[in-house]
């Protein structure tokens, strides 16, 4: 069941919410046990055959953290032990589904036997939720979990908002969120923003990401066919497609979390805006960037114990990141760039620093701006291609080793004058795909302008507070509860819903 689905917003949300606030007067406990059921029910609508496995997982973990936290005070050592085994049986159970194949897969390529597949399924968010319970697990350990209910970890877990593609959640922000009585009662603050920040969302995936779909899968099917200008359209198209995917995702969980009365962490703060790869990774998918710093990161030793070892220890950390989102070697590739990328970052502010230089002003972080943006849709091809043939063949194109070329009827366009000097500098002219050509770059430079030049949702509400209205507000266009903005998120929205007629899946649910 999707967000941006009738199913989902027809039927399902309803009945969860009128559910979760009747039972909220009554108790919240049994409130929170309805919640707990209604995003069970909404996993089972993807396949019901891994509910066994997400309730196996809920139950190993809640016993194993609930054991660290009540043995901690007595022997710091026993519960060192139930730690390392219970994130060892999760890093297991993520390796098996996950990784599996392809570890098999490669075996038998390096010893040059054909070995057989195990055609392991991937359960939907197994990456997800194995992750949260194991901050959970280090959370414990760390002496943070303080309420150990099991409907409150089930919820915790399940949470249909982020149990699909994250946010990846601490037990303390949300437990406390589903202790307070506040939560389990309606109210208008709650509707008015949550509702927003979906019509935001939604607009985002189905007007924008999906409108840039059909442009990126063409090049990445087609990899020999494209040409300089061809390749860029394709990489930049998918550059905006995920960009607009999940931030649209990111803004629908928070939306329709806060209609629960709950307030999910922000995830996705307009990483294209950032003037170096240090700021990216700070802006994109910043709770997973905040779980691979706590527990990866910092344990393998930080930046405490010398340049070399913090260099080795982000490679470390972005390769392990880059093989989390997929079992592949294009996956690999694209964390090892991202690491070889932070590694050249922060020696360059290192220099930087030991000589003095200045920051160059605007034009510098213009500069910077650009830099970053091209780095990261480098690294974007491989994330997008199903193997390094295709990755390969579409950078070298992208690099100029395939020409350039123009449709016919852009030269017919250009006229007499313009087509002899193009095709003096070797641009070349082919018959057929002007139409595709003008709408995708079209399609580009308007996401760009948004990405780029607009306010993203947070500055536009994010300083919105019940009862308090707008405070500290930065964006140019403020927030407010009324008739004009209700007026106009009620046409985007509407403009989302009418363009629900064949849902597509959000990018980050295949990790």
């Excluded at 039927?11 to 406990?29: D, K, S």
């Excluded at 089930?154 to 037990?171: D, E, N, R, S």
């Excluded at 208008?188 to 923003?193: A, G, K, L, S």
């Excluded at 003096?424 to 057929?432: I, R, S």
Aim: aromatic residues 16%; contains cysteine.
């Amino acid at each position: 069941m999707l967000f941006n689905s009738y199913q989902f917003l027809v039927v399902f949300l309803p009945v969860v919410l009128i559910g979760y606030f009747a039972l909220g007067r009554w108790n919240i406990g049994f409130a929170a046990a309805w919640l707990t059921f209604a995003s069970l029910a909404f996993y089972a609508y993807w396949d019901a055959s891994y509910i066994p496995l997400l309730l196996g997982s809920i139950i190993f973990n809640y016993w194993a953290g609930t054991g660290i936290a009540k043995t901690l005070p007595m022997s710091r050592w026993r519960a060192k032990c139930i730690l390392i085994i219970a994130v060892s049986a999760d890093i297991v159970l993520l390796g098996y589904y996950k990784y599996a194949d392809f570890f098999i897969g490669n075996a038998g390529r390096l010893s040059g036997t054909e070995l057989e597949l195990l055609n392991v399924v991937l359960p939907l968010g197994i990456s997800f939720f194995t992750f949260t319970q194991i901050a959970y697990l280090a959370d414990a350990y760390a002496g943070k979990v303080r309420d150990t209910r099991f409907v409150h970890y089930a919820l915790f877990v399940t949470y249909f908002p982020h149990l699909i593609a994250g946010p990846i959640l601490h037990h303390g922000e949300m437990i406390r969120q589903f202790d307070d009585p506040e939560s389990y009662r309606p109210r208008r603050e709650n509707f008015e923003v949550g509702l927003s920040i979906f019509a935001i969302g939604l607009a985002k995936k189905v007007l924008i990401a999906d409108t840039l779909a059909p442009f990126a899968g063409s090049v990445f099917s087609h990899p020999g066919e494209v040409t300089l200008l061809s390749a860029w359209a394709g990489v930049l198209a998918y550059a905006f497609q995920l960009y607009f995917d999940f931030s649209g995702y990111c803004d629908m969980a928070i939306g329709l979390s806060r209609l629960f009365g709950i307030q999910l962490p922000i995830n996705f703060n307009s990483p294209y805006k950032s003037a170096s790869i240090i700021e990216f990774w700070r802006r994109w998918h910043i709770t997973l960037s905040r779980f691979l710093r706590d527990y990866l990161y910092i344990p393998l030793g930080g930046n405490s114990k010398g340049v070399p070892r913090r260099y080795a220890n982000l490679l470390a950390t972005m390769l392990i990141g880059g093989f989390w989102h997929g079992a592949g070697w294009t996956f690999v590739i694209w964390g090892a760039l991202h690491g070889l990328y932070l590694v050249i970052n922060h020696g360059w502010r290192a220099l930087k620093e030991h000589m003095g230089l200045p920051s160059f002003g605007r034009w510098g972080h213009g500069l910077g701006v650009t830099i970053t943006f091209l780095a990261v849709c480098f690294s974007w091809v491989y994330f997008r291609a199903p193997d390094l043939a295709t990755a390969t063949s579409i950078v070298g194109a992208m690099l100029g080793q395939r020409g350039v070329a123009l449709p016919e009827a852009i030269g017919a366009l250009l006229g007499p004058a313009a087509r002899p000097w193009l095709e003096g500098l070797g641009v070349e002219f082919q018959l057929g795909g002007g139409r595709s050509f003008v709408l995708s770059w079209l399609s580009i430079v308007g996401a760009g302008l948004i990405a780029f030049a607009s306010p993203n949702t947070q500055q536009i509400l994010g300083h919105y507070r019940p009862g308090l209205g707008v405070v500290s507000l930065s964006a140019r266009w403020p927030w407010r509860p009324t008739v004009a903005w209700g007026v106009g998120l009620g046409l985007l929205l509407a403009a989302g819903l009418l363009a629900l007629t064949r849902p597509s899946e959000f990018l980050y649910f295949q990790f």
